[in-house]
């Protein structure tokens, strides 16, 4: 594959055919990332990004080559991501541990060489806001994969046996298009077989998941995500190489995801400490939306910085949108 990638890449520099070149140079980068060269390949995706527009389609709209096409589109939605590390707060053993999971899936081909295999299955649980999805961003990104999320309004069929044939197309795409194939609010795939609510089309999703599962060689990363893993079918976990919990942030995790989001404005240290104290117990999902309120509030005034009172406010208005959905909840 690679010498047949390199023909095209002569070919289309001889010809100065500029978006076959580039094209080139991002099918490369794929090619060195399903052989686990993540680094090299994302040195190609770089210079790929500095040679100049980016191919157009007929209707001169630029195409992201990342981005899936044909059947699987309907399946599946994203695109080569930017985040890093350096953009989640999380505590630092699941931070570790997710680091971890990032070297070995780049020392892929060495690891082979001893016949050991990267982690790359991986089960996200935990409260809804607590960073699942950033997570799974954050690997694509580190990777220089694309993070895939599966479309469930796609996947789920009404037509017998149909879901479980959509799910064989995301599969088969893994080996193809390696990448973070995000499957979101998973207890709705592979629910408990027994389930009191159980049918006999959800017991053949959940055994075409585990059986797909199994048969998967491909470089692509797996993530699971569910904010309810008490609903999940037993066998399910055993199918993951390793599960990653994810909890309500503490003060100190909060104060430093406060200083994220308004790093730009200097607040101090002790201010943002004290206000996660005050704040204690909301999601991380809940304070990067009252960072952003604050910020609108300040904007709408006219104010030329972020006052403490913009913040307080803001978390005020979360805090009591959170205690209503609890409610909420309790009495139903």
């Given at each position: 594959?690679?010498?047949?990638?390199?023909?095209?890449?002569?070919?289309?520099h001889v010809e100065g055919d500029d978006?076959?070149?580039?094209?080139?140079?991002?099918?490369?980068?794929?090619?060195?990332?399903?052989?686990?060269?993540?680094?090299?390949?994302?040195?190609?995706?770089?210079?790929?990004?500095?040679?100049?527009?980016?191919?157009?389609?007929?209707?001169?709209?630029?195409?992201?080559?990342?981005?899936?096409?044909?059947?699987?589109?309907?399946?599946?939605?994203?695109?080569?991501?930017?985040?890093?590390?350096?953009?989640?707060?999380?505590?630092?053993?699941?931070?570790?541990?997710?680091?971890?999971?990032?070297?070995?899936?780049?020392?892929?081909?060495?690891?082979?060489?001893?016949?050991?295999?990267?982690?790359?299955?991986?089960?996200?649980?935990?409260?809804p806001g607590c960073g699942k999805t950033?997570?799974?961003?954050?690997?694509?990104?580190?990777?220089?994969?694309?993070?895939?999320?599966?479309?469930?309004?796609?996947?789920?069929?009404?037509?017998?046996?149909?879901?479980?044939?959509?799910?064989?197309?995301?599969?088969?795409?893994?080996?193809?298009?390696?990448?973070?194939?995000?499957?979101?609010?998973?207890?709705?795939?592979?629910?408990?077989?027994?389930?009191?609510?159980?049918?006999?089309?959800?017991?053949?999703?959940?055994?075409?998941?585990?059986?797909?599962?199994?048969?998967?060689?491909?470089?692509?990363?797996?993530?699971?995500?569910?904010?309810?893993?008490?609903?999940?079918?037993?066998?399910?976990?055993?199918?993951?190489?390793?599960?990653?919990?994810?909890?309500?942030?503490?003060?100190?995790?909060?104060?430093?995801?406060?200083?994220?989001?308004?790093?730009?404005?200097?607040?101090?240290?002790?201010?943002?400490?004290?206000?996660?104290?005050?704040?204690?117990?909301?999601?991380?999902?809940?304070?990067?939306?009252?960072?952003?309120?604050?910020?609108?509030?300040?904007?709408?005034?006219?104010?030329?910085?972020?006052s403490p009172e913009y913040l307080v406010?803001?978390?005020?208005?979360?805090?009591?949108?959170?205690?209503?959905?609890?409610?909420?909840?309790?009495?139903?």
């Amino acid at each position: 594959m690679r010498s047949e990638l390199l023909k095209q890449l002569i070919t289309a520099h001889v010809e100065g055919d500029d978006v076959a070149f580039r094209k080139a140079v991002i099918q490369l980068a794929s090619a060195e990332s399903s052989a686990g060269h993540t680094r090299i390949a994302e040195e190609l995706r770089r210079v790929a990004s500095q040679l100049g527009e980016r191919p157009k389609s007929a209707e001169g709209q630029v195409v992201d080559i990342a981005r899936p096409r044909g059947q699987v589109a309907e399946l599946l939605e994203g695109g080569h991501r930017d985040e890093r590390f350096r953009d989640i707060v999380l505590p630092e053993s699941t931070r570790d541990l997710l680091a971890r999971i990032a070297r070995e899936n780049r020392a892929r081909a060495e690891l082979e060489r001893w016949q050991v295999a990267p982690r790359r299955r991986l089960l996200f649980h935990g409260p809804p806001g607590c960073g699942k999805t950033l997570a799974a961003a954050v690997l694509a990104g580190e990777l220089g994969l694309p993070l895939m999320t599966v479309r469930f309004d796609a996947l789920f069929s009404r037509f017998l046996g149909a879901t479980a044939n959509h799910l064989r197309i995301i599969f088969d795409e893994m080996p193809r298009r390696p990448g973070v194939y995000l499957f979101d609010e998973f207890d709705a795939v592979a629910q408990r077989r027994g389930h009191v609510q159980d049918v006999g089309e959800m017991r053949r999703i959940v055994t075409s998941f585990l059986q797909l599962t199994d048969a998967d060689r491909s470089a692509s990363l797996i993530i699971a995500a569910t904010n309810h893993a008490e609903l999940l079918d037993r066998a399910v976990f055993r199918r993951f190489d390793v599960e990653v919990p994810f909890e309500l942030p503490d003060e100190q995790q909060l104060a430093e995801l406060l200083a994220l989001r308004l790093a730009v404005f200097g607040l101090p240290e002790e201010l943002l400490w004290r206000i996660a104290q005050a704040n204690n117990g909301i999601s991380y999902a809940d304070a990067a939306r009252a960072c952003d309120d604050a910020i609108r509030a300040m904007v709408i005034d006219g104010a030329e910085s972020l006052s403490p009172e913009y913040l307080v406010w803001s978390l005020a208005v979360v805090a009591g949108e959170r205690n209503r959905r609890l409610d909420d909840t309790s009495e139903r």
